[in-house]
């Protein structure tokens, strides 16, 4: 049985637990994970201690260069790195490409540290003054990360964190474990000094140890919304700074006008792609007025039947199988539940099973109708193949769906008229909004955010907002008297007059 380590400063110690790693297309399990407690995470932080230092002095120009060469030797690695991550997560080799692709464009992103590190400068705010910020790394930074993007995330977190002169201690989730560990083999590869970046396994208990640590002052999470809320709540009652991200149940609203051919295009891929466990998926449709409703239901149904599902390295297939067997159990039951509550089941994915492999975690698409707000299914995150439907009657009431969903992280409207889009983007109540995009990920130079219980914190990820999560601002305010004395004092608060 492979066995998958912590990525620490010396050996790892023989774990006392560990956590089994399947093979969501074979039903078996292919490794184990050594689980850390906080004996372990002590020593990550000690050796994480020794190195900061040095690497926060080391000026940003080179810091930069093992940034480029850390794309450099991902790039390389790209089809070993997305087959590794294929086999532990579930979701189609190219798709892992693209989980890799979008945590390597913060690396990029990163790579501008001389640049974005900049600080502000006046000069002469005052008689003689000059005032200055400066962008100062937090010392250790730390990331617990969910494991629907085991490249990405963690790449959002560490690009930032490390560029701006922290190191950094990642938690990834012990479900797919193996691909955080080789980034830091790679990492280590191109240049980092030795404890700058350090993955430590682990399940609540190393989650405690981090939230805990007094040399921790920062952490960065996403994962579902009532951990997330955990994790902000007892970080911040230990005055740490915290961002959190948490669920999601993103809702597309298809106006009468839009175009109904690459809704469906969209919609099949925003839904259904990576089994739907993507935190900006879109599990929900909102068609407005029934004629649209039905028009698109007619033009949904022939094209999620004609969806493949095949084992993770089925370069044909649209989607593979669902992270565990746990996993594919508890999307079943949100459809017993959504049937029960009296929705429709219009396509039944349940019980599904893929000729040849049989013990594999797969779960057919679904599609549900007559889905309405009241319905534990619709309120709930399902995070599976499963796209319900809500009919609006009219624009008003598909704004007011995601606006008052206890979660806000995407949104997207298809449309081909402006002013609604306009309207809509200025008041709908949700962090990302897409207009005729189905999954509105900002790009690396922007910020990626939800809001609601999608988010907890008010700093987004990556971007300025990244650098500003992981840095902290110092003000200088200062002047160089010429000896003559210029007869100010501060026995009166001092004003630039
Ligand atoms: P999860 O909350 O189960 O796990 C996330 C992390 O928390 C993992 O590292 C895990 O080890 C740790 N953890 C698990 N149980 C814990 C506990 N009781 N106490 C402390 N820590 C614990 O999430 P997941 O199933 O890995 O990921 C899917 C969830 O993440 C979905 O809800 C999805 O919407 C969300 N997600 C959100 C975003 C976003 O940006 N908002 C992005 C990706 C995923």
Redesign the pocket.
């Given at each position: 049985m492979r066995q998958i380590d912590h990525f620490i400063v010396g050996d790892s110690p023989a774990p006392a637990r560990k956590h089994k790693v399947w093979n969501p297309s074979t039903g078996e399990v292919q490794a184990e994970v050594a689980l850390g407690d906080a004996a372990l995470l002590d020593r990550a932080v000690e050796a994480a201690k020794k190195v900061q230092p040095g690497w926060a002095a080391t000026n940003p120009q080179k810091r930069a260069r093992v940034m480029f060469k850390f794309k450099e030797l991902v790039e390389a690695n790209m089809q070993s790195l997305a087959e590794l991550l294929s086999s532990e997560h579930g979701k189609v080799v190219d798709d892992a490409k693209g989980d890799v692709q979008r945590g390597l464009e913060v690396i990029e992103y990163a790579c501008g540290i001389p640049q974005i590190l900049k600080g502000e400068y006046t000069q002469g705010a005052g008689p003689g003054i000059d005032v200055y910020s400066m962008r100062q790394p937090l010392g250790i930074g730390a990331g617990?990360?969910?494991?629907?993007?085991p490249a990405m995330?963690p790449m959002w977190m560490f690009g930032m964190a490390i560029a701006a002169g922290n190191a950094f201690i990642l938690?990834?989730?012990?479900?797919d474990p193996s691909v955080p560990v080789r980034l830091a083999e790679l990492f280590l590869e191109a240049g980092a000094p030795e404890g700058l970046l350090q993955v430590v396994h682990?399940?609540?208990e190393?989650?405690?140890a981090i939230i805990e640590h007094p040399d921790i002052p920062a952490i960065s999470?996403?994962?579902?919304?009532?951990?997330?809320h955990?994790?902000y709540s007892n970080g911040n009652a230990r005055s740490k700074r915290v961002q959190a991200?948490?669920?999601?149940k993103n809702h597309g609203i298809v106006m009468p006008d839009a175009d109904l051919d690459q809704v469906v295009n969209d919609l099949a891929g925003a839904a259904f792609g990576s089994a739907g466990?993507?935190?900006?998926a879109l599990p929900v449709v909102v068609p407005v007025g029934e004629e649209t409703a039905e028009r698109l239901r007619e033009k949904l149904i022939p094209a999620i039947h004609a969806l493949r599902i095949g084992v993770s390295s089925d370069p044909d297939a649209n989607y593979g199988p669902v992270?565990t067997p746990e996993?594919k159990a508890r999307i079943e039951q949100w459809v017993d539940v959504a049937e029960e509550e009296g929705a429709e089941i219009v396509i039944d994915g349940r019980g599904f099973s893929l000729q040849g492999h049989e013990d594999g975690f797969f779960v057919g698409p679904t599609l549900i109708d007559r889905v309405t707000p009241q319905m534990k299914s619709y309120q709930e995150?399902i995070?599976g193949p499963v796209l319900q439907i809500v009919r609006a009657k009219d624009f008003e009431e598909a704004l007011r769906l995601p606006s008052e969903h206890q979660?806000g992280?995407g949104v997207a409207l298809f449309t081909r008229n402006g002013h609604v889009a306009r309207e809509f983007t200025q008041r709908v109540n949700v962090g990302m909004v897409g207009i005729n995009v189905p999954i509105p990920v900002p790009v690396a130079y922007h910020s990626?955010?939800?809001w609601k219980r999608?988010?907890f914190g008010d700093i987004d990820?990556y971007g300025t907002e990244g650098l500003a999560f992981w840095t902290k601002k110092k003000k200088v305010t200062q002047r160089w008297p010429d000896g003559g004395g210029d007869g100010s004092n501060a026995f009166v608060i001092p004003t630039m007059g």
């Open positions: 617990i990360t969910p494991f629907n993007f995330i938690k990834p989730s012990e479900r682990g399940d609540k190393m989650v405690d999470f996403v994962g579902s919304s009532d951990i997330a955990y994790i991200f948490g669920g999601a466990e993507r935190c900006m992270v996993h995150e995070f979660y992280n990626f955010g939800g999608s988010g990820q």
